[in-house]
C-alpha cells in the first residue's frame, strides 16, 4: 500500500477515536451541573468540590498511594537484582526456576493470582500466625509480586543492550564487583528501573482484582471502592475523579516522553 | 570463586525465596484446596490430611469438584464463552491496531513519537476507568443514546448494554495499545525497499501487502494476539461491567463462586481449570518473545 493512502489513514484515525472518544465524553461530562448524567444543565466544577468532601474516596486514594508506593519500591529491589542475575550470570542452579517464576506473574489471570494468594495467606495465619488477617501488608505483598517480575524484564532488556566490557574493563582495572555495580551497572539502567517503578505503581494503583481478593475490612483500595460504586452505573462524582486521574497520568506520561526526547538530541548533539 | 558464588547466591536467593513464597507455593495451595470440600468451618473448606506431628497420616482428597465442572453446564459455558469472546475480541483488535501500527510505522519521525505516545498514554491510564468510560456511552440514558434520540433516530434506546458488542469494545478500549505496540515494533524493522520493490515489479498495493507486508509482520501479529487473548480470557472487570448474564464468562464465575456462594473448593477447581487451558497459549508467548529477542 502506499505511504499514505487515505483508506488506510481513515482505519487508523477511527482506531484512535475508539480510544479517546469515550475518555473524552466523559471528562466533558464531569463538568456538568446537573445530577442527572444525561441532562446536560451547563458547566460547573461542583462534582470536584464534592469529591473532596467524600471522606471514603479520600481515604481509599490514600490508601492507593501507600500500597502503590511500597510495592513499586519492593519491586524494584527484587526486580533489580532478578533482572541483574538473569542477563549477568551466566549460569546458576535455579536459574531456569527464576526466569519461569519472574515472568509468569505477567501472564497470570489476575482472578488466579489473587485467591491463590489469599489461600496462601490464610495457610500462613493458620500455620505460623502471620500475616494477622488482611490488610495493607497482605495487599503490598501480592502487588510488589508482580511489580518485581515487570521490573525485571524492563531491567533485563535495558542490560542486554548494555555493553558488557565496560564491566569487564573495570573488573580488569582492579574495580570490585559491589563497586563496579554501583558505579558503573547502576547508572546505567537507572532509566529502566525508573521506568519499572512507575509501571509497577500504576498496575497497583489501577488494581482491583488482586485487591479485591487479599483486602480485608478498612483497606479498601481506590478501584475496590470505584468499582463498588460504579456497578450502581454513572455518577458525576466518579466522573470527576477518573478526570483528575486521566490527567494527572496524562501531564506524568507526555513530561516522561519530553524529558527522554531532550536527553536523546542532547545525548546526540554530544556525539557529534 | 567460591567468594565469588556466594555473592551470587546474596542476589539470587532473596528473589527466589520471594517468589517461591508468594507465587509458586499458592499454586499448591490452591490445587489443595480444590481437593477438598466446603465445611461451614473458618476458613470454609476441609484440609484433605490429616496430620500427625509434621507428617501427613492419611489423604481424603478427591476430584469431586472437578466432576462437578464437568456436570454443570454453567462452567463449561463459562469456559468455552471466555475462549470465544477472547478469540475475536483479539482479532477485533487485530483488525483495528494493524491499520495504527501501520501509519505509525510510516510517519516521520516527529509525527510518530507523537503518534505513538498517543497509544502509550490510554495504556497507562486505568482500564478499570476507561471500562467505566464505556458505561457512559452506552447505557441506556449514555452518549450514544441520548444523541441519536435528540436527533430523532430512535425512539426507544438501544440495547448496547449487556451485550456482546460491549464486551467487545470492552477487550478493544483496555487491550487496544497491548496490540498495537508489537505490530509496530514488526513493522518498523520492515524494509522499505521490499515494499517498494514489489510494487516496482507491477504488484498491486493490495498484492503487495498480502505478499510481503503482512507475511513480514506475522511475528508482530503473533505476539500482539497472545498479548491480548490471554488476560482476556481470565477478564473479570470487563464482563462485570459491561456484560449481562448471557455474557458468561470463567473469570466472573470464579468470583461469583467466591464472593457470593463462599464455595472455595470450587473456585479453586475453577481457578485449577483456566490454567491449564492457558498454559499452551502461555508457553506459545513465551517462545514467540524469545524468537524476537534472539
Known sequence: MGKRHPLVLFMAGFGYAILYIPILIMIIYSFNSSKLVTVWAGWSTKWYGELLQNGQLVDAAWISLKVGFWSATIGIIFGTMIGYALARFRRFRGKLLLNGMATAPIVMPEVVTGLSLLLLFISLENLIGWPAGRGLTTIIIAHATFAMAFVAVVVQGRLSDFDVSIEEAAHDLGARQPYIFFAITLPVIMPAIIAGWLLAFTLSFDDLVIASFVSGPGSSTLPIVIFSKVRLGVTPEINALATIIVAVVAIGVIAANWLALKNENAQKQNNK | ?294
Request: aromatic residues 14%.
Open chain 2, 1 to 294: 570463586m567460591g567468594f565469588q558464588s556466594l555473592k551470587r547466591y546474596l542476589v539470587i536467593i532473596p528473589p527466589i525465596l520471594w517468589l517461591g513464597l508468594f507465587f509458586l507455593i499458592p499454586f499448591f495451595v490452591v490445587l489443595q484446596v480444590s481437593l477438598s470440600d466446603p465445611a461451614l468451618t473458618r476458613p470454609p473448606f476441609t484440609s484433605i490430611f490429616t496430620w500427625e506431628g509434621w507428617w501427613p497420616s492419611s489423604f481424603t482428597g478427591d476430584l469431586e469438584n472437578y466432576e462437578f465442572l464437568l456436570s454443570d453446564s454453567l462452567y463449561v459455558n463459562s469456559y468455552l464463552n471466555s475462549l470465544k469472546i477472547a478469540a475475536i475480541g483479539s482479532f477485533v483488535c487485530l483488525l483495528i491496531g494493524y491499520p495504527i501500527a501501520y501509519v505509525i510505522a510510516r510517519a516521520d519521525a516527529n509525527l510518530r513519537n507523537t503518534l505513538l505516545l498517543l497509544v502509550i498514554l490510554p495504556f497507562w491510564t486505568s482500564s478499570l476507568l476507561r471500562v467505566y468510560a464505556l458505561i457512559g456511552m452506552y447505557s441506556p440514558n449514555g452518549f450514544i443514546n441520548s444523541t441519536l434520540s435528540w436527533f430523532g433516530i430512535i425512539d426507544t434506546p438501544l440495547q448496547l448494554m449487556q451485550t456482546d458488542f460491549a464486551i467487545y469494545s470492552g477487550i478493544v478500549i483496555t487491550y487496544l495499545p497491548l496490540m498495537i505496540l508489537p505490530l509496530y515494533a514488526a513493522l518498523e524493522k520492515l524494509d522499505g525497499d521490499l515494499v517498494e520493490a514489489a510494487s516496482d515489479l507491477g504488484a498491486t498495493p493490495l498484492a503487495t501487502f498480502w505478499r510481503v507486508t503482512l507475511p513480514l509482520s506475522i511475528s508482530g501479529i503473533v505476539a500482539g494476539y497472545l498479548l491480548v487473548f490471554i488476560p482476556s480470557v481470565g477478564e473479570f472487570v470487563i464482563p462485570a461491567l459491561l456484560g449481562g448474564p448471557d455474557q458468561l464468562m470463567i473469570g466472573k464465575t470464579l468470583w461469583t463462586e467466591f464472593f457470593n456462594n463462599r464455595d472455595w473448593p470450587v473456585a479453586s477447581s475453577v481457578a485449577m481449570v483456566m490454567l491449564a487451558f492457558l498454559v499452551i497459549p502461555m508457553m506459545f508467548l513465551r517462545n514467540t518473545q524469545r524468537a524476537g529477542s534472539a
